[in-house]
């Protein structure tokens, strides 16, 4: 696995669309249907090439997750801003605590492993492996101290699909948290290293932005 900036950006961009997907999902009831599908399909991805194919192999496929890393990074000031920072932050938090229990993470890999089946039937935006995803999280994430306090309208969130979206996705984002530590990602890079993530990731996005229109 390559550790340039480009592949710990895709990677933190993963983390940053689920985020921002949760966001959405949490006040609105609905977020990019495409964009979901990707961070739910990341999960299944477990033997990529290249960084770029846990998310299709495609800049526009992440295209959401790159906008959403540049803006918030270079920004902050919006509610919703602060909102996605804070999800994509306890989610590298969860996961260095993940990364010490290799008992939890055999367990989520062997019931990822066993919804493959569902993903492959149905597809990744399926209600049954949404459900089934969200449990996996419920079980395993959910179990720790550090609990990611998702803000949005109660009445959105009260709904079952959607509470189980919300988990499926925080799901996702620690997928790309794993990914992002496994290209030599590191917390302190987001204070040292912001401008160099937010430009790169801004390039990506207009990047991606091209491929969309061609």
């Known amino acids: 696995m390559s550790r340039s900036l480009k592949d710990q950006t895709l990677a933190l961009a993963g983390v940053f669309q689920a985020a921002n997907l949760v966001q959405q999902i949490a006040h609105n009831g609905q977020c990019n249907e495409a964009s979901l599908e990707t961070s739910i399909r990341s999960l299944f991805a477990t033997d990529p090439a290249k960084t770029l194919d846990v998310y299709g192999g495609e800049l526009r496929d992440i295209r959401e997750g790159l906008v959403t890393l540049s803006s918030v990074l270079s920004q902050q000031s919006r509610q919703q801003d602060i909102e996605v920072l804070r999800y994509a932050l ?125």
């Open 90 to 214: 306890n989610l590298i938090q969860l996961e260095s605590k993940l990364n010490r229990r290799s008992d939890m993470l055999d367990v989520i890999g062997s019931r990822i492993d066993q919804a493959r089946h569902t993903a492959s039937h149905f597809g990744y935006t399926h209600p049954n492996l949404i459900s089934n995803l969200a449990s996996v999280y419920a079980d395993t994430i959910s179990t720790f101290r550090l609990r990611i306090q998702v803000s949005g309208n109660p009445s959105v969130l009260q709904r079952e699909e959607n509470a189980a979206k919300v988990r499926a996705l925080l799901l996702a984002g620690i997928r790309s948290a794993v990914l992002w530590r496994q290209t030599g990602g590191r917390r302190w890079q987001l204070i040292f290293a912001r401008k160099k993530v937010i430009r790169l990731a801004g390039e990506l996005a207009e990047e991606a932005n091209r491929s969309l229109y061609h």
